[in-house]
């Protein structure tokens, strides 16, 4: 070669690359919901789901009896929509597509093959026991989930009056 250089190789871009969106974490949607909920000024907490660390195993295990597996994520007393509470489980944006996916499979609970779709089965048992019972609960991926529960409970209390 002439000037003594060295060929390179130029570099192929990799076709199957796709820019991915960074995953949304569970708890970072749960802190917006919650701090915009007090925000507004409604009473609302962080129902501790995780159970019992159990440091002989080096993990969190079942809590005692009286626990309800399922149990939602947050709690919330509206404090212009009396006398409703609502339960909300929180959800990444994948796992509530997956949820709306295939709600009727986990509800039902049978060929339950993954821990992921045991969790959602509890979760989904527990939401629509609250439901049967004339409460409020839902998933909730986002802020807009939270609005529309509130805009529906409100004017079911209008309808009440």
Known sequence: MPGGGVKRARKK????FQF????????AIEKEILYRLVFEGHK????PTRGKWNPKFGRFSKGDYGEIRGASDLICVWKDISP???????????????????YQKLWVG?????ERQVRMHFQIVFVEE???LGGSA??????DHVTLEKERLKSMTLQKA
Not at 89 to 99: A, G, I, N, Q, S
Not at 110 to 114: C, D, S
């Open 13 to 16: 871009k990799d076709p199957g």
């Open 20 to 27: 991915q969106k960074p995953k949304v974490l569970e708890g």
């Open 44 to 47: 609302a907490w962080k129902n």
């Open 84 to 102: 409703w509470v609502t339960f909300i489980e929180v959800k990444t944006p994948e796992e509530h597509e997956y949820l709306l996916r295939h």
């Open 110 to 114: 049978l060929n339950l093959t993954t």
């Open 130 to 132: 609250v439901r049967s």
């Open 138 to 143: 839902i998933f909730a991926s986002k802020w």
